[in-house]
T-cell receptor, first 112, second 118 residues
């Protein structure tokens, strides 16, 4: 059973606009959440994280929001740039270890 | 930044042969390494957790006799797909962590191996 879900397989956004990528999870024990970015033929690279004690974490153009009651997190990219075009995975883990559970990914295309 | 090297990046083999994939941490010691598998349009699925000097821990549904994992040193883990069949064709990716209880962000990924079994 998929514990982390990204229900939108793809998203297209105009350059300069906001990109919002969503992620839902089912396991209430998840305490750490991460977003990874993946270009074709490359491994995922870490983008931004958030722990359950926060509801927002910001790093430059990237902001992750966590709604624990809804078991939902989102990644906002503002402003979006063509170089942001990639597949974005959200991942979650419990506090007890480093095992991550990934969503299926959302392919973001930023249109110049 | 930390680098994890995964080799080969692509392999094509005949059905019945075994394929070994290497994952190396180049500038840190990786107590723990993880092996994932990704089918097209599906999530990265954790296959097993590899701990240096001990047996790997396999996720439910993963055949340990088919996917042999060896983590003989702090910088190298190998995944051997034994007697590969076409259904084993997939993208395999490793990741490495500097410590057993490292900060969750410090998980570094290899570039992946695309296995095609004819």
């Amino acid at each position: 059973d998929q514990q982390v879900k990204q229900n939108s397989p793809s998203l297209s956004v105009q350059e300069g606009r906001i990109s919002i990528l969503n992620c839902d999870y089912t396991n209430s024990m998840f305490d750490y959440f991460l977003w990874y970015k993946k270009y074709p033929a490359e491994g995922p690279t870490f983008l931004i994280s958030i722990s359950s004690i926060k509801d927002k974490n910001e790093d430059g153009r990237f902001t992750v929001f966590l709604n624990k009651s809804a078991k939902h997190l989102s990644l906002h990219i503002v402003p979006s740039q063509p170089g942001d075009s990639a597949v974005y995975f959200c991942a979650a883990s419990e506090d007890t270890g480093n095992q991550f559970y990934f969503g299926t990914g959302t392919s973001l295309t930023v249109i110049p | 930044g930390a680098v994890v090297s995964q080799h080969p990046s692509r392999v094509i083999c005949k059905s019945g042969t075994s394929v070994k994939i290497e994952c190396r941490s180049l500038d840190f010691q990786a107590t723990t390494m993880f092996w994932y598998r990704q089918f097209p349009k599906q999530s990265l699925m954790l296959m097993a957790t590899s701990n240096e000097g001990s047996k790997a821990t396999y996720e439910q549904g993963v055949e340990k006799d088919k996917f042999l994992i060896n983590h003989a040193s702090l910088t190298l883990s190998t995944l051997t797909v034994t007697s590969a069949h076409p259904e084993d064709s997939s993208f395999y990716i490793c990741s490495a962590s500097p410590g057993l209880y490292a900060t969750n962000e410090k998980l570094f990924f290899g570039s992946g191996t695309q296995l095609s079994v004819l």
